[in-house]
């Protein structure tokens, strides 16, 4: 029973909460999924963490809609970027936190993983913070409702380029990843659908504040062919051609399986069987998730510990397993970087790979670092490469080395509670059938009792924690 619980708080949040184990344990089976998907009911609240006078000149004057026109000089464009800069800094720990403590998790998650198929890279606090909302609100709703917001925000189009998709010069980005990346995937279309969906979407645009508008002089309305069908279209046609396909539900299926269930092991009958669910039900995706989670095959132990954890899902999860207070919340930022997943800042149009990707020599080291962190109120000075995007703006100077130790005090004291019954000689074993998810693994004993303090049992059960934390296998959920 803990094993599959387990496993479903991790596919469907970031990990079970020390802090509410106890709540878990009075629930039967049967109401733990109805439990999660009423956590996550609520429309989201808007994560407004724009400064006011920058949020003012957004709304209003449009400024930074202006960086590419006379109206600032150059100074004024560098104090705004900054501006922006910081307020995307906040906007990423704000939404951290929602990651950790909401209990709304299978709203955050799903939002998380939207956050990477949509993938959006843009320094405008106001498009993010708009474009965060979109997904959040809709994370668990309708994909075409979704795929149609996100395609109409001012972050996406401004992204890839469609504010200069205009008649007799088409810009082809945006038709060409609303196909490859959000819908179809690639090798689903030809080069002809994406000209003529490109012709589509001209004219789709944005105001200064970042609400949609679509620019009827800019718009070709000659007919054009997509897909088999012909017709004067607009981008809302080509948005409802793409969700008539059915290659559409089996695209987003197959990814969201290798996000939620296995990265590797992907039957494709059981694929086609739930994309035809997603289809029929007109792409609810609550109702694919239900598919889901509902199923026997959910729990089959190789589905159990088969992911390994984004450096998000890691971070999240720790801070999750052991209540903390961070001493300095922006070291989160430069740790994300190290790891190698700053939200907010993709890699590329097509996300986060994922899988795999997430380890090699130098993250497996710090991944195995970072739980000792949680003894002795220890530092970790995070280190990386310079990258003015992704260190937003944090300068190696003697202040902002400061800003890259990250420091930890973590509450022992729910984690005392639970384990302060068991006997020295089982708490191994006891502590790591809740850190690990892996079925039937057997921890090194001999190899962790060298290095957890067996003179105290409150020291006992600390150093466990860490040590079962600090190994390959915690990597894994």
């Not at 004024?76 to 800069?85: P, T, V, Y």
């Not at 200069?164 to 690639?186: D, I, S, W, Y």
């Amino acid at each position: 029973m803990q094993a599959k619980l387990q496993h479903l708080l991790w596919r469907t949040g970031f990990g079970p909460a020390t802090t509410e184990r106890k709540q878990w344990e009075k629930l039967s089976e049967a109401a733990w999924w109805p439990t999660i998907k009423k956590a996550s009911a609520k429309v989201p609240e808007y994560l407004d963490v724009a400064d006011n006078a920058v949020t003012g000149l957004l709304q209003g004057a449009g400024a930074i809609g202006k960086m590419q026109s006379d109206t600032l000089d150059k100074e004024q464009k560098k104090k705004l970027r900054q501006a922006s800069k910081d307020g995307i800094k906040n906007l990423n720990l704000r939404w951290l936190e929602e990651m950790v403590h909401s209990e709304a998790q299978l709203r955050e998650k799903m939002a998380f993983f939207w956050h990477g198929h949509f993938a959006s890279l843009n320094i405008n606090i106001l498009y993010q913070q708009q474009m965060l909302q979109v997904i959040r609100k809709n994370a668990l709703g309708n994909f075409g409702t979704l795929l149609r917001e996100v395609s109409k925000s001012a972050a996406m189009l401004a992204f890839l380029n469609n504010q200069q998709n205009k008649k007799k010069h088409p810009n082809e980005n945006f038709a060409r990843e609303v196909m490859e990346l959000f819908t179809l995937g690639r090798g689903n279309y030809s080069e002809y659908d994406v000209k003529e969906a490109a012709r589509a979407f001209t004219g789709w645009g944005f105001e200064l504040n970042g609400d949609f508008v679509f620019r009827r002089q800019f718009h070709d309305d000659d007919p054009k062919m997509l897909l088999g069908k012909t017709g004067n279209f607009e981008g809302d046609a080509v948005l409802d051609i793409l969700l008539e396909q059915p290659q559409t539900a089996r695209f987003i299926t197959r990814k969201l399986y290798r996000f939620l269930i296995n990265e590797e092991q992907l039957p494709e009958a059981r694929i086609d069987q739930l994309a035809d669910v997603f289809f029929r039900s007109k792409y609810d995706i609550m109702g694919l998730l239900d598919a889901i989670f509902t199923s026997d095959w959910f729990y089959e132990p190789a589905n159990m510990g088969a992911k390994i954890k984004s450096p998000i899902e890691l971070w999240a999860g720790i801070r999750r397993a052991v209540p903390m207070q961070v001493g300095n919340p922006e070291s989160q930022l430069l740790l994300q970087k190290a790891l190698g997943q700053v939200l907010f800042y993709p890699p590329n149009v097509a996300g986060w790979p994922g899988g795999r990707q997430w380890i090699d020599s130098s993250s497996l080291m710090l991944r195995l670092r970072i739980p000792q962190l949680l003894l002795d109120s220890a530092e970790l000075d995070v280190r990386t490469k310079s990258d003015d995007d992704t260190d937003m703006g944090m300068r190696d100077d003697a202040l902002e080395r400061r800003r890259r130790r990250l420091k930890l005090t973590p509450d022992w004291k729910p984690l005392l509670d639970e384990f302060r019954s068991t006997e020295s000689d089982e708490l191994i074993p006891a502590v790591a059938r809740m850190l690990w998810q892996i079925p039937n693994a057997s921890p090194p004993r001999g190899v962790l009792e060298r290095y957890t303090n067996r003179s105290d049992h409150d020291d006992q059960i600390k150093t466990t924690m860490v040590q079962l934390m600090a190994t390959p296998e915690y990597q894994l959920c």
